[in-house]
């Protein structure tokens, strides 16, 4: 399975983007995934995830700010992130632990 992260972008603060993670193949059934930032100069950290039940978590920077999703049938997940802010800033990256494959990242970029 590959993973293909797009959406990025540079927007200034209090603007919205919408990330994509698309799977280059049938995943058999609905799977946990994550989304992870990495700014720079600093260590990628988990961002929001979501369980193979749909059960939801978030960082507590982006709680109310950011949704994850998925859809199944287009194999695609998603980070909905309102209210962007500077330190939002950084490299966005997907993850679906039960394949241990990570995406290659869409750059985002907020500016005050």
């Known amino acids: 399975v590959q993973l293909q992260a797009s959406g990025g972008g540079s927007v200034q603060e209090g603007g919205s983007l919408r990330l994509s993670c698309a799977a280059s193949?049938?995943?058999?059934?609905?799977?946990?995934m994550a989304w992870y930032r990495q700014a720079p100069g600093k260590e990628r950290e988990l961002v929001a995830e979501i369980s193979v039940s749909g059960t939801t978590t978030y960082a507590d920077a982006v709680k109310g700010r950011f949704t994850i999703s998925r859809n199944n049938a287009k194999r695609t997940g998603y980070l909905e992130m309102n209210s962007l802010k500077a330190e939002d800033t950084g490299i966005y990256y997907c993850?679906?632990?039960?394949?241990?494959?990570w995406g290659q990242g869409t750059q985002v970029t907020v500016s005050s």
């Open positions: 193949q049938t995943i058999q059934s609905a799977r946990a």
């Open positions: 993850y679906l632990p039960v394949y241990d494959r």
